[in-house]
C-alpha cells in the first residue's frame, strides 16, 4: 500500500492509502478529527476488480474513565 496523502494537523487527520490487488484496487480515505478525550473518523473504502465493493463507516469515541 502506499499514502498518497498524510494529513495530521491540529487535531484533526485526512489520510488516503492506495493498495493494489491482482485485479483491481483498494483506495481507503479517512478524516477525522481527535482531542486527548474524544474521536470522531468516517472513512470511505472503494474496491475494484472482481470483488468490487464500496464501503462507508463512522466511528465516534469517548473517554469514560480509567481502566479497572
Known amino acids: 500500500c502506499t499514502f498518497d496523502r498524510e494529513?495530521?494537523?491540529d487535531g484533526a487527520f485526512d489520510v488516503v492509502m492506495?493498495?493494489?490487488q491482482d485485479?483491481?484496487?483498494t483506495t481507503a480515505r479517512i478524516i477525522g478529527s481527535f482531542g486527548a478525550t474524544e474521536l470522531e473518523m468516517r472513512a470511505a473504502?472503494?474496491?475494484t476488480g472482481s470483488q468490487a465493493m464500496k464501503?462507508?463507516?463512522v466511528t465516534t469515541a469517548k473517554r469514560i474513565g480509567d481502566c479497572p
Do not use: A, F, N, V
Request: with cysteine; aromatic share 0%; net charge negative.
Open 45 to 47: 473504502i472503494d474496491q
Open 23 to 25: 485485479d483491481g484496487r
Open 18 to 20: 492506495t493498495c493494489p
Open 55 to 57: 464501503m462507508t463507516t
Open 7 to 9: 494529513s495530521l494537523t
